[in-house]
């Protein structure tokens, strides 16, 4: 396998733009729900800023999961937006650093001399993945008797029961709350 790597050596004689266009086994790029298969591909600007190598850039990719109200499989587009830090610094090296969730969340540790950025490219995508894929914001789900797809139609259970009262508004919602609280 093919990995990433930048040279601070090269970078001293001047920024380098990494085209990024590989398989997302490559950023390890891997989750319970979503599943990805298409080529992770983005531009990251590298150039040096002091003692410090700056990483702006872009990386997009898709996702599959399933919607869930639905469950029908749908393409999550990805665009994750980098502007991060790497720093020859060995107080960066505790696990949390590491993982970016250091003091300064947007510096890495590294080893002065290559750059290894998978790990940084593959938060950047996996901060975008949405709590809860929707295969439309309107989605209708699926009817919890019979299990059809309500965005196909009414089921006939809708006939059979009595309206359903009129949709509980948030705001009703949080009144309610508030009355049992105040019991
Ligand atoms: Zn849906
Ligand atoms: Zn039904």
Not at 1 to 10: A, F, N, S
Not at 19 to 35: A, G, I, S, T
Not at 81 to 92: G, R, T, V
Not at 157 to 181: M, S, T
Request: net charge negative; hydrophobic share 40%.
């Amino acid at each position: 396998m093919r990995l990433m790597k930048i040279d601070v050596l090269k970078l001293r004689e001047g920024p380098i733009d990494l085209e990024v266009d590989c398989q997302p086994d490559l950023l390890d790029l891997v989750d319970r729900e979503f599943h990805f298969r298409k080529r992770v591909t983005g531009l990251v600007h590298f150039s040096l800023v002091e003692q410090r190598v700056r990483a702006k850039g872009f990386l997009e990719t898709v996702a599959e999961a399933e919607c869930v109200r639905c469950l029908k499989v749908v393409e999550v587009p990805l665009r994750g937006i980098l502007d991060i830090f790497y720093e020859n610094n060995p107080a960066l090296l505790t696990p949390e650093a590491m993982l970016g969730a250091g003091e300064d969340e947007n510096l890495y540790w590294f080893d002065g001399e290559i750059i290894h950025p998978e790990e940084q490219f593959r938060e950047a995508i996996m901060i975008e993945l949405p709590m809860l894929p929707l295969c439309s914001p309107a989605c209708k789900g699926l009817c919890a008797q019979c299990g059809a797809d309500l965005n196909e139609g009414q089921c006939r259970c809708a006939q059979q029961k009595p309206p359903r009262a009129v949709e509980e508004d948030p705001a009703d919602w949080k009144a309610a709350l508030k009355k049992i609280r105040l019991q």
